[in-house]
RNA sequence: GGAGACGUGGCUGAGUGGUCGAAAGCGCUCCCCUGCUAAGGGAGUAUACUGGCAACGGUAUCGAGGGUUCGAAUCCCUUCGUCUCCGCCA
């Protein structure tokens, strides 16, 4: 959502941010929409300073037993009283038409986000560890897990179909392992309030975060009224919604484990096999409430965050600042990092780290003030995986195959796995 | 799921159709008085939008949305939430 504001102040600056997203101008368009907008508002309020004025008098006129002075105002306010209907159906309809048009516009990027269409352009920023060397032909995750017979996804489809998958024994415990090591990283370490939040939301939550109006379709939702979130970052930035936050209290930092749900309505045919796509996986999300001052630094210390659970896990990785085209609807700025997997022999995407601006604190409406002040702002809002659980899974798997086809458990995670070392082999 | 009660400003809490954006108290801010401490006096203290260079105005908001009325915090409807009792349940 914008600010009609800085839109009228500077509409070719507005412009041009969508214009790196691939779309028209449309400054003349909203500042149009508005003035008329306010115009209608001007003198609608014109119109019920004279309602309520006349009201009063004959509030007053009524008390000492005017009845000639009080109908006669009523007359009065019973025209006004037409005006107004018409006045506030105007009106009513232009702020829905504005409001409809202002949030399906995607965030403007900021100034260093290179340009480009889809992932090709992305700009990789640094990179981390090194593959292990493997005398064999690294196996994929699911040939693993299958092998193991401790990922079923025949038996998964049976129940719920596509996307699914089945873990049993030391890989389900794997996969609880590591959304505790990270959320345990997370609050013990880089100082995130641990949060348990709902799974389920309404409308105006998707609303706030900018998953609605426009992307329903990646959504699965209830009979009721209620939809299932596609990640905690719904639920954990909409905690603050309607508030004013003290500045001193900021940034507010919190993290939450949850199933995520989406329906990868249009991505039919990518990643079948496997866990890389599924339609409920579990993730840790990071989410930070900031000052707009703040929040260009925050960005850096989450992605840190993030990056610090692959550096203990001895995952090699790389982080990359994604173009605009590869940007996500509510974001201004997004690194995502990349996970080594060998099975694939590429970079995946197990993390994306982004800043929104004020750009959802709008739509929630989520201002701050500092101590003494009268004046409000927006606050700034930040979102990122630290990490995706499903997916770091497959990437311990892939990493630390052996070539008997047994999985070697990171140390960092032998505590969360009742000190065994090894997945598989012999000893299981 | 059944029955009922309630939702007012940072908090407590008045207010059942008229000059109420809203009494009072608490809290908070500023000022005055007071040689510490304590107490006392005065002023101020919501948010958004909008008009104006500004000074200063206007409009809306008493959970939310709609309605009745010349006029609604007060009446009606819907909805969300909270609480109590019963039932059910992890």
Not at 116 to 140: I, L, Q
Not at 341 to 370: H, N, V, W
């Amino acid at each position: 959502m914008f600010d009609l504001k800085m839109i009228r102040d500077n509409p070719d600056a507005f412009d041009a941010g969508l214009a790196r997203r691939g779309l028209g101008p449309m400054a003349s368009v909203i500042i149009a929409l508005d003035a008329e907008n306010r115009a209608l508002m001007t003198e609608a309020q014109a119109a019920q300073a004279r309602r309520n004025e006349a009201s009063k008098l004959i509030g007053r006129a009524k008390a000492t037993g005017n009845e000639d002075e009080a109908s006669a105002l009523m007359a009065e306010v019973g025209v006004l009283k037409a005006k107004l209907a018409t006045f506030e159906l105007d009106i009513a309809t232009q702020t829905e038409k504005l409001n409809d048009l202002l949030s399906s516009l995607p965030n403007t990027p900021y100034e260093d986000v290179p340009d480009g269409v889809d992932e090709s352009d992305n700009v990789e920023v640094r990179t981390w560890g090194t593959p292990r060397p493997m005398a064999w032909a690294a196996r994929e995750h699911f040939e693993l897990g299958e092998a193991l017979q401790m990922m079923d996804f025949e038996r998964a489809a049976k129940m719920s179909g596509a996307r699914f998958v089945l873990l049993t024994g030391q890989l389900a415990r794997l996969e609880r392992a590591i959304g505790q090591f990270m959320i345990d990283l997370h609050v013990d370490e880089h100082n995130y309030a641990e949060i348990m939040v709902p799974s389920l939301v309404r409308s105006e939550a998707l609303y706030g975060t900018g998953q609605l109006p426009k992307f329903s379709e990646d959504q699965f939702r209830t009979t009721g009224d209620h939809w299932l979130i596609p990640t905690a970052e719904v639920p954990l930035t909409n905690i603050h919604s309607g508030e004013i936050l003290e500045e001193e209290n900021l940034p507010l930092r919190g993290t939450a484990l949850t199933q995520c749900f989406r329906s990868e309505a249009g991505s039919s045919g990518r990643d079948t096999r496997g866990m890389i796509r599924q339609h409920q996986f579990n993730k840790v999300e990071l989410v930070s409430i900031t000052t707009p001052e703040q929040s260009d630094a925050e960005l850096e210390r989450k992605t840190g965050c993030a990056e610090e659970v692959l550096k203990r896990l001895g995952l090699p990785y790389r982080v990359v600042k994604l173009c605009v085209g590869d940007m996500g609807f509510g974001a201004r700025r997004t690194y995502d990092i990349e996970v080594w997997l060998p099975g694939q022999e590429r970079y995946r995407e197990i993390s994306s780290c982004s800043t929104c601006g004020d750009f959802q604190a709008r739509r929630m409406k989520t201002r701050c003030r500092s101590k003494g002040e009268k004046q409000t702002r927006f606050v700034h809002t930040l979102n990122g995986s630290g990490l995706a659980v499903g997916r770091t899974l497959v990437a311990v798997m892939e990493n630390y195959q052996r070539e008997d086809g047994a999985i070697t458990v990171p140390e960092a995670l032998r505590p969360y796995m009742g000190n065994i070392d090894v997945i598989g082999g012999s000893q299981n």
